[in-house]
């Protein structure tokens, strides 16, 4: 299982650009890289998926580096409730999947 | 998609009792897990539910520790057993429907404290 790094917190203010990038040095070929998103007292929830280039939906964009050893998740124009916890996981359909120990976000007035 | 539903949301226990945690989708799954979060850190995952088998347990879980059943494609339960206070945590189950592609959904939780 590829091992993910991040940083343990991150403060930003709002209407600004947030990016979380995570390392995973030894990811595999089959692997993809998804991004959740957990709030206090809640279960993590789904934010974005991707195995190469970039990918982009309506709350984030997933930027994969051509080596795909890191990722970086983009959060446009952060808000108060966007104030959470986000995890970095690596891995294949079938796979037991490794939750890290994520980076938590303060967005601040 | 899929939802999922947990009971009990949260139970207050006495040391050396047990709790089993019912977790219910609201539709036919294949891959179905068992996470524990204690508080202020990351999930921790304690095993597959496996339909028709023996769960899978990760290093450091037990099958006489965390007893799951899982009888069909939309339930599974979790036992706690015999719990004490290093027990106290979130316990959450998890689904990958088969036509989302490595995208966990998560139920909202079981919050369990141990006296």
């Known amino acids: 299982l590829a091992k993910t790094t991040q940083p343990i917190s991150m403060d930003s203010y709002e209407g600004q650009e947030v990016n979380i990038t995570c390392s995973h040095n030894n990811i595999a070929t089959n692997d993809y890289i998804t991004w959740y998103q957990q709030f206090p007292s809640q279960g993590p929830r789904f934010i974005i998926q991707?195995?190469?280039t970039k990918v982009t939906n309506e709350v984030a964009s997933l930027f994969i580096p051509a080596d795909r050893k890191s990722s970086t998740l983009s959060l446009p124009r952060v808000s108060l409730s966007d104030t959470a916890v986000y995890y970095c996981?690596?891995?294949?359909?079938?796979?037991?999947?490794?939750f890290g120990p994520g980076t938590r976000l303060s967005v601040l007035p | 998609s899929a939802v999922i539903s947990q009971k009990p949301s949260r139970d207050i226990c006495q040391r050396g009792t047990s709790l089993t945690i019912q977790c219910q989708v609201d539709s036919q799954v294949t891959m179905m897990f068992w996470y524990r979060q204690q508080p202020g850190q990351s999930l921790t995952l304690i095993a597959t539910?496996?339909?028709?088998?023996?769960?899978?347990?990760e290093s450091g879980f037990v099958i006489d520790k965390f007893p799951i059943s899982r009888p069909n494609l939309t339930f599974s339960t979790l036992t706690v057993s015999n719990m004490s206070p290093e027990d106290s945590s979130i316990y959450l189950c998890?689904?990958?429907?088969?036509?989302?592609?490595?995208?966990?959904?998560f139920g909202p939780g079981t919050r369990l404290t141990v006296l």
């Open positions: 996981l690596v891995g294949t359909y079938g796979q037991n999947f490794v």
């Open positions: 539910a496996n339909q028709g088998s023996e769960a899978t347990y």
């Open positions: 998890s689904v990958i429907p088969g036509s989302s592609y490595n995208e966990q959904f």
């Open positions: 991707g195995y190469k």
